[in-house]
């Protein structure tokens, strides 16, 4: 069989579907000052995955708001600077208005995962933390 | 704020592959 490392060069999601994988690839990024990237892109994907209900509503706003606040607000921060401003500004509306989508930060997750295909990823590939691993 | 980074922790480990 394919050792895990040599899947993490086939694609983004091949790496990013394996513990291993992931803590390499963290430990790459932050080392290069941008792991919030990647804990950006989980979030949006945890985010999605809370089913809009009843009991969950509260946790969903407090959910929504932090992330808004810890990767976007600030537009300094790393991921907020590889977002278009339509998009900082949908999430925005979103939040203030607090309609809580599952899917509010699907486009924002997009264009930071094109960033991290086309840069970061590469980058690791070809990195010394990836190379001596292998 | 301590509650809110819990959150943001649960909610980033929930998106993890299981480890295998």
Known sequence: PTPPYLRWAESLHSLLDDQDGINLFRTFLKQENCADLLDFWFACSGFRKLEPCDSNEEKRLKLAKAIYKKYILDNNGIVSRQIKPATKSFIKDCVIKQLIDPAMFDQAQTEIQSMIEENTYPLFLKSDIYLEYT | ?20
């Open chain 2, 1 to 20: 704020i301590d509650s809110e980074d819990d959150l943001l922790q649960e909610c980033i480990s929930s998106a993890m592959p299981k480890k295998k």
